[in-house]
């Protein structure tokens, strides 16, 4: 029986896939390197740090841990300082209302995003009430596609990995769902989420209505 969601946060709840581009992009520009939106895409779910091995092997260069460490913070500052413009207006579009209706007929929630930035993201949309637990890039050591993150929310919301359904728009994060014995519905193309068990193009046909009749042998 499904009694709890476990939410990626970049490009689920909120699309800051944008500018997350945006920032790498500036650092890619400063440093000389060929960036485009195929590659960002490739950074969905993954670690900053790991996103920096990604840009590299891209560019078929490679950096000392600290030059890479370096890149990585000037990266985040920019980052960062573009978050402050997003506001409680900034949810991709059917993320709320789900969220809210999951409230309403009271379902666990955890958030399981790998970023670091996630508590300034959640304040930003003013989003901390929809979810009992809170899992982000300090919370555990292994990145998706390793299943880590997602096993933690289950821990603290106390459920099993089969007794929650993960949302995602990363094929690492379907991966790490999958790893991790979660039920998973991917957002975004069949191309990035196909191998999720439910896949919408966006999270505005994500509605709780539509997730219960895909899954109906697992809700009471
Ligand atoms: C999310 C995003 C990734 C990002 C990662 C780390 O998973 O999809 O693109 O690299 O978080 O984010 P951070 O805010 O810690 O740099
Ligand atoms: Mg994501």
Redesign the pocket.
Known sequence: MIKGFIF????VITD??AS?YTAWKKMSDEMGWDFDHKV?DK??????M??IQVILDHNTTSLSEEAKAEL?AK??DL??ASLENMTSEDYLPGAKELLIHLRTEGFSVALG??????IK?LKQLNANAFFDVIG??NSVSK??PEPDIFLYGAEKLNLQPAECIVFE??ES?IDAAKAGGFYSVGIGPKERVGHADLRFDSMAEATLFEVKAHFKNLFS
């Open positions: 990626d946060l970049d490009g800051t896939a997350h960002n950074l969905r779910g993954i670690s900053r790991d996103s990585a990266k985040n980052y960062v995003s790998a970023s670091k930035n996630a993201v982000d890039g990145s998706k728009d990363a994060g």
